[in-house]
Structures are given as C-alpha cells and as structure tokens.
C-alpha cells in the first residue's frame, strides 16, 4: 500500500483533515492530488493569523500568544481543532516562518508540523515535530514542510496498516 486513497480505505476506514498556518494549502493539495481523494478528505482551513486559529481551531490564546502561535503546542492544537471541526479521524497541522525574522528571533526558516489521529476516544496519537529550511526562498520552505508532512503520514498510515489487529 502506498497511495493515501489505499491506506485510508482501510478497513478501518479513516479520514483526514488539515489545519495549516505555514504551508498555506499546500498539504490539503497533496492530499486531494491522489486520486479518490474524496474517499477520504474532509477539508481544510488556512488559518494564517493569530485571531483564526484561536476563533476557527480552538488554539489556546496564551499559547498562541506567548509563541507567536509558532510551537508544537500550537501545531498540536491546530490538528486537534480541525479534526473537531470537520469530524475527522486524522489531522494534520503546520505553522512557521516561511522566511527569517531577525527582529522576530528568526534566523533560518522553520516549520512545527503535528499528526494527530483520533483512535478512539481514550486512545489519541499525537505527533509532533520540528523542520529547518536553511538557504530557501519562502515558497521552497513552504513546499518542503508539505512534501514532508504528508511523507511522515504516508509512513505513519503504512506503519499502522502493518500492526497486527
């Protein structure tokens, strides 16, 4: 199995949606650029600024705040807030600087990404992790974190089709 429509069809049948801050859209077109896509995506929401991820995904506002909305925390509760919003199984989240920020802190572009899939309603794994982007222009960054992520589910969904039931 190596295509999302396949490791999604299951049984058990999951689904995805996707939260992104960073990559702008770029994870919701990898994932509906298989085909039967709609087998399996719900949607997605860009939510770029503070004021929507807090209003549209439930992030936390002393988080957001106290991080410029740009941890694992936040990634984490931007994946968790779409999965509530559009009812799905698996959610998957990104936020970052595109581009550096001196005043901001921000030497080298990176990305906070997370992978949430709701199991049941007591057993939920969670996944989060950092990405560097050194000596790229703001699109490349952009791209490579969505490359990335949905390389990190396409393993994750192979590696939990593999275990035994």
Do not use: N
């Not at 990404?113 to 969670?126: N, T």
């Amino acid at each position: 199995m190596s295509t999302l429509r396949e490791l999604f069809h299951g049984p058990p049948r999951w689904s995805l949606a996707v939260a992104e801050s960073l990559t702008s859209g770029r994870v919701q077109s990898r994932a509906t650029a298989h085909s039967g896509s709609s087998e399996f995506f719900l949607g997605g929401i860009t939510a770029y600024t503070l004021e929507s991820k807090i209003r549209q995904l439930g992030v936390d506002r002393r988080d957001a705040e106290t991080t410029q909305c740009v941890s694992a925390v936040v990634a984490e509760q931007m994946a968790r807030g779409v999965c509530r919003v559009f009812g799905s199984d698996l959610g998957l989240a990104t936020t970052g600087w595109a581009e550096p920020s001196p005043s901001d802190g921000v030497e080298i572009p990176f990305a906070w990404w997370a992978l949430v899939h709701l199991r049941s309603s007591r057993d939920v794994f969670v996944e989060t992790g950092r990405m560097e982007v050194p000596h790229a222009s703001r699109v490349e960054v952009q791209t490579r974190v969505a490359d990335a992520l949905v390389d990190r589910l396409i393993r994750y969904l192979q590696r939990v089709r593999a275990q035994p039931t």
